[in-house]
């Protein structure tokens, strides 16, 4: 079993749609969390951390729950500019590192 | 620019050589991150620096892969008899340090290496 799960779709949505992602790990001492947008061919860039109490930015919202080990992300009013790849990282409290554990990544296409 | 940069951004090399890049990492920051990520996946952690000292490694990087930081500001990675499935995208990441509160890391535009 992966350490970090995803879908990796595709999810093909409508402009305007509210989607959601969801995300699991394996590993309950995680300490850390967070959502990374990817555009084709180029580096991981930060969407938002992710906390007990859930985070909103906008159109983004992230949650996470700690009791079933998932994280979860909702974009509302989705943008065509919103089409990426959407990265889901933990961070290992074993780890003093604070490495990255990503999951594989799960693709989101917004159509006109 | 004060963000992470990586040299070179492509490398095409034959099967057998040897390649290296680098990283500069943004200048405050103290931790140094390498990942390699194939075509589909997330990146996969390769190894850590703290300042100069490489206080991780993952069992992805063989005895071929070796990495430095020798005065704790840019590293390099260097892949000795480079193999087809070494070719990935190579990203290097820094962040500031001291805690879990200063973990967000910033990634560099990555090398693309294909072995031929």
């Known amino acids: 079993r992966k350490e970090v799960e995803q879908d990796p779709g595709p999810f093909n949505v409508p402009e305007g749609a509210t989607v959601a992602f969801n995300c699991t790990y394996s590993n309950s001492a995680s300490q850390s969390f967070f959502w990374y947008r990817q555009d084709c061919r180029k580096e991981p860039k930060l969407l938002m951390s992710?906390?007990?109490s859930g985070n909103e930015d906008g159109r983004f919202t992230a949650q996470l729950n700690r009791a079933s080990q998932y994280i979860s992300l909702l974009i509302r009013d989705s943008k065509l500019s919103d089409s990426a790849t959407y990265l889901c990282v933990v961070t290992p409290r074993t780890s003093g590192t604070y490495k990255y554990i990503f999951g594989t990544g799960t693709r989101l296409k917004v159509l006109a | 620019d004060t963000g992470v940069s990586q040299n070179p951004r492509h490398k095409i090399t034959k099967r057998g050589q040897n390649v290296t890049f680098r990283c500069d990492p943004i200048?405050?920051?103290?931790?140094l991150y390498w990942y390699r990520q194939t075509l589909g996946q997330g990146p996969e952690f390769l190894t850590y620096f703290q300042n100069e000292a490489q206080l991780e490694k993952s069992r992805l990087l063989s005895d071929r892969f070796s990495a430095e930081r020798p005065k704790g500001s840019f590293s390099t990675l260097e892949i000795q008899r480079t193999e087809q499935g070494d070719s990935a995208m190579y990203l290097c990441?820094?962040?500031?340090?001291?805690?879990?509160?200063?973990?967000?890391?910033?990634f560099g535009p990555g090398t693309r290496l294909t072995v031929l």
């Open positions: 200048s405050e920051h103290n931790r």
């Open positions: 990441a820094s962040s500031r340090g001291g805690g879990p509160d200063y973990n967000e890391q910033f």
């Open positions: 992710v906390y007990s």
